[in-house]
């Protein structure tokens, strides 16, 4: 996996985290730049760590997994991208508006309903045989900037687009399952 093709599913993988952060940006009032940098940082560790444990996972079905592995990669891939285009086009509801949550359990749910793709991301670069280091502190910086970003853009944005994105950040996946198969 080369580092355009890191650098696309950190932003498709960041998406979730995005549309919490923003949505949490339009609610908070008091004390933005703590709750920026505390739900940023959350979900940007997160991110981090979901794939190292995604990948170390998959180290030890390797053996058993291996003859289809670039299925898999491909599948799991299409899986995440399918699931972000049908979030993106189902109507739902994101984070209601009267639920400010920024405690360390909320963080922490947060984080990890956010992040559990990455989760599957980290089995692919086992797969792969990608740098998990570089690929998931990647990830992770990408995760805090869209977050923080986020979270900044809720308080000048009363309506956003987020299921175009999640949309796009669907077709990157299953862009990158192809590419990865073949």
């Not at 609610?27 to 981090?48: E, H, I, M, P, R």
């Amino acid at each position: 996996m080369n580092l355009a093709d890191l650098i696309f599913l950190a932003a498709a993988l960041s998406v979730d985290a995005g549309a919490v952060s923003f949505s949490q940006g339009l609610l908070f009032d008091k004390n933005k730049t703590k709750n920026s940098l505390l739900l940023a940082f959350s979900t940007g560790f997160f991110q981090f760590i979901m794939p190292v444990a995604g990948y170390f996972f998959a180290g030890v079905i390797y053996r058993f997994v291996e003859p289809f592995s670039k299925t898999l990669a491909f599948l799991i891939f299409m899986a995440l991208g399918l699931k972000f285009i049908h979030d993106g086009l189902t109507e739902k509801e994101k984070t209601a508006k009267s639920s400010v949550c920024i405690t360390l359990s909320c963080l922490f749910m947060l984080s990890v309903a956010t992040s559990i793709d990455a989760l599957a991301a980290g089995v692919n670069f086992y797969f792969l045989k990608a740098d998990i280091l570089f690929s998931s502190l990647l990830i992770g910086f990408v995760t805090f900037f869209v977050s923080l970003f986020c979270f900044y853009a809720g308080h000048f944005f009363k309506k956003f687009p987020s299921k175009y994105l999640e949309v796009l950040a669907g077709v990157v996946l299953i862009v990158l399952s192809f590419k990865t198969y073949f």
